[in-house]
């Protein structure tokens, strides 16, 4: 599920936690829980979860990807975009 990105928007390593700080302090934009893939357009979604002892940020590159990530599980979710060509430069 989901495309994860290891890297902030400079390329910089992310650390196991804080990664939603650190890729708003690379320039992704805090948004509001997304429900369309296209509310954001030129701009992919990425999605971080604090799983307890590590964050995973993952690219919700599909509308079915957004729908899982959207399904409240127990999780904090911090929902960011940024640029959709940055993003897919950065995935793994």
Do not use: H
């Amino acid at each position: 599920m989901g495309k994860y990105l290891n890297q902030d928007l400079t390329g910089s390593p992310l650390g196991a936690r804080g990664k939603a700080t650190s890729l708003r302090l690379s320039g992704a934009e805090l948004i509001p829980t997304p429900t369309d893939l296209d509310q954001y357009p030129g701009k992919g979604i990425i999605c971080v979860v604090e799983n307890g002892g590590f964050d995973a940020a993952a690219w919700a590159y599909s509308q079915d990807e957004l729908n899982e990530f959207s399904k409240s599980d127990g999780r904090a979710k911090t929902w960011l975009t940024a640029d959709i060509n940055l993003i897919e430069k950065l995935i793994d």
